[in-house]
């Protein structure tokens, strides 16, 4: 089974800190994926990432950068939470057609 | 930018009873995948249907799709109450690897 795990579940930080989110994937994808998920709106897609060292912008990605220097490990970056990063964030990889998600992370700013 | 919209937003059925759950697009697609997500956890696929396919099973579940009116729905047969979550539509985004979600719509399977 494919495996996609984040390195927390719950994550409280103070404003203005450098939050590091961690995503890791066990079947050798190239494609990853951070979302955020807030109520109402879905899922919207922060950055992707098609290759070792290799990125993409989504849909929202201002706050955020990536990284991505082993292929199975994809890193979010807050460069300096702040309260309307409050959310849940959600690590996915692709198969051939399918995402695979991480449990996600729940992040709150305060 | 939303592709899939999702409707109910919120469904309150009997267990065994049958839930639909309806998603519309707005852009020709290649396939329409579902996703499940229990509170709180990450989304899981739940099945993927070609545009060139109407209707698709997968044990209690039955996916349709209509391209001429740009809209899928999914049916779950004789509902339990762990069939309880939040479920998503998805169709592409401008590269197939790249998905664009719906906002879900929130199923409560009661006892």
């Known amino acids: 089974d494919v495996k996609v795990t984040q390195s927390s579940r719950y994550l409280v930080k103070r404003t203005g800190e450098k939050v590091f989110l961690e995503c890791v994937q066990d079947?050798?994808?190239?494609?990853m994926f951070w979302y955020r998920q807030d109520p109402g709106l879905g899922l919207r897609l922060i950055y992707f990432s098609y290759d070792v060292k290799m990125k993409e912008k989504g849909d929202i990605p201002e706050g955020y950068s990536v990284s991505r220097e082993k292929k199975e490990r994809f890193s979010l970056i807050l460069e300096s939470a702040s309260t309307n990063q409050t959310s849940m964030y959600l690590c996915?990889?692709?198969?051939?057609?399918?995402?695979?998600f991480g449990p996600g992370t729940r992040l709150t700013v305060t | 930018s939303q592709q899939g919209e999702e409707d109910p937003q919120a469904l309150s059925i009997q267990e065994g009873e049958n839930a639909t759950m309806n998603c519309s697009y707005k852009?020709?697609?290649?396939?329409l995948q579902w996703y499940r997500q229990n509170s709180g956890r990450g989304l899981v696929h739940l099945i993927l249907i070609r545009s060139n396919e109407r209707e698709k099973h997968s044990g209690r579940l039955r996916v349709t799709l209509d391209t001429s009116k740009k809209s899928s729905s999914l049916l779950i047969t004789a509902s339990r109450a762990a069939d309880t979550a939040s479920y998503f539509c998805a169709t592409e985004g401008d590269s197939s690897y790249k998905l664009i979600f719906g906002s879900g719509t929130r199923l409560l399977v009661r006892p």
């Open positions: 996915a990889s692709i198969g051939a057609y399918e995402q695979y």
């Open positions: 079947m050798d994808h190239e494609n």
């Open positions: 852009t020709s697609i290649n396939n």
